[in-house]
């Protein structure tokens, strides 16, 4: 069973541009949320999606925003890209029940770099 | 107060011992709660899950939770070299369904020949 496969895993980016992250979850799994990694500010979520509607959104400004399609791949845009952008962003796949809480599994992630 | 609180670390131990992982949260509804490893340079990988009070074992792991004390713990048995890693607590506390995982800062766990 295919695990989350995110690509890139790896982009450059000068500040002011924008940025496509993608996300394909793992097979039968509808929901895909998006995390933030830094070593200042640790794992923070950005938003959740599930059958192509924003469920949950974390407390990230609207240069952050996503989308699902209806086979439940998702990718996330960053615009007008910041120094303080540069992070390793995770998407992280779950069955996405809405009446049970269940686990989430990481992909690998994408590190981004802003010079 | 952090939402989710973990010692940051290093926490050594010798290889065979017990390693004890402890999490704090401040939500009091929070319904799920997890636990990931993450090597350096990796993503996170989820080793246990515990939704209601007690203890959860899954070979070598076992997860204890108290929502009464808001605590959750991880105690990893015969501790290996390869359990050297980071070890990050996570809480769901959305009520209505879906996913939105608050993490601690991890904790750095060092397993020593």
């Known amino acids: 069973k295919a695990g989350v496969t995110q690509t890139p895993r790896y982009l450059i980016k000068t500040r002011g541009q924008q940025v496509t992250l993608s996300c394909s979850p793992i097979?039968?799994?509808?929901?895909v949320s998006w995390y933030q990694q830094t070593p200042g500010q640790g794992l923070q979520f950005l938003f959740e999606y599930f059958s192509e509607t924003q469920r949950n959104k974390g407390n990230f400004p609207g240069r952050f925003s996503g989308r699902q399609f209806s086979n439940s791949r998702s990718e996330m845009n960053v615009s007008t890209l910041e120094l303080g952008d540069s992070a390793l962003y995770l998407c992280?796949?779950?069955?996405?029940?809405?009446?049970?809480?269940?686990?989430?599994?990481f992909g690998q992630g994408t590190r981004l770099t802003v010079v | 107060q952090k939402e989710v609180e973990q010692n940051s670390g290093p926490l050594s131990v010798p290889e065979g011992a017990i390693a004890s992982l402890n999490c704090t949260y401040s939500?009091?509804?929070?319904?799920?709660f997890f636990w990931y490893r993450q090597y350096s340079g990796k993503s996170p990988e989820l080793i246990m899950s515990?939704?209601?009070?007690g203890d959860k074992e899954d070979g070598r792991f076992t997860a204890q939770l108290n929502k009464a004390s808001q605590y959750v713990s991880l105690l990893i048995r015969d501790s290996q070299p390869s359990d050297s890693a980071t070890y990050l607590c996570a809480v769901n506390g959305l009520r209505g369904g879906g996913n939105k995982l608050t993490f601690g800062t991890g904790t750095q766990l060092k397993v020593e020949l």
């Open positions: 515990i939704y209601s009070n």
């Open positions: 992280a796949s779950s069955l996405g029940r809405r009446q049970f809480y269940t686990e989430a599994f």
């Open positions: 939500d009091r509804v929070s319904q799920s």
């Open positions: 097979s039968g799994h509808r929901s």
